[in-house]
């Protein structure tokens, strides 16, 4: 890709995010529901958008790592981009001793004797290589798709996550109570629901 191109496919994208942000400032009065959410034993009430998943998941199907800084989980984005990266990574590299592999045996076939493998790997070494490199190239796109796709699921989680109802009727917390009479000790979760 030339650099006029690349400029312009970055100038492209910083419009359309652009866009959603401004059509992010004016759905807020789309947020219906609201969920209390206690701070210094007073109960704050929090704007729930139903959307908010799904735009976490349409950023990181856009760029990986976007709905990560949606959801503001900026330490996520560089794990992101590192997974990614390293499939891709892997995908080059594999790509580039699968064409070494065939040149070799074309230029074999064709009669020349002039190859780096000349001498070194018979005409069956270099089939086996490029079946190996050709297989591992294809992995290395499968694990690269997944990588991407496991982005996505990460920014739609955990935007519902976000979104999670913290209720101070609802409580669950463990406790230990020490049993003088009969010298035992319990242990145990105990639910409170107030209604």
Not at 157 to 175: G, K, R, T
Request: charged share 20%.
């Amino acid at each position: 890709m030339t650099n006029k191109g690349f400029y312009s496919l970055l100038v492209c994208l910083f419009s359309v995010l652009f866009s959603f942000s401004q059509i992010e400032k004016d759905s807020t009065s789309i947020a219906i529901e609201e969920s209390p959410i206690i701070a210094n034993e007073t109960l704050i009430k929090k704007e729930i958008d139903p959307l908010r998943p799904s735009k976490a998941a349409f950023y990181s199907a856009v760029l990986p790592g976007l709905g990560q800084a949606y959801n503001k989980k900026y330490w996520k984005i560089p794990i992101v981009w590192g997974a990614i990266g390293t499939g891709v990574y892997f995908f080059v590299s594999n790509d580039k001793q699968f064409d070494r592999y065939r040149d070799a045996y074309k230029s074999r076939l064709a009669g020349f004797t002039s190859d780096e493998f000349y001498g070194s790997i018979s005409d069956d070494g270099l089939i086996r290589a490029q079946e190996q490199f050709r297989r591992n190239k294809e992995m290395s796109i499968l694990i690269t798709l997944g990588l991407y796709a496991l982005n996505i699921i990460d920014a739609n989680i955990d935007a519902h996550l976000l979104q999670f109802n913290v209720d101070p009727n609802l409580s669950l917390s463990p406790h230990y109570q020490y049993n003088e009479l009969e010298n035992t000790s319990d242990l145990g979760l105990t639910l409170n629901f107030k209604f």
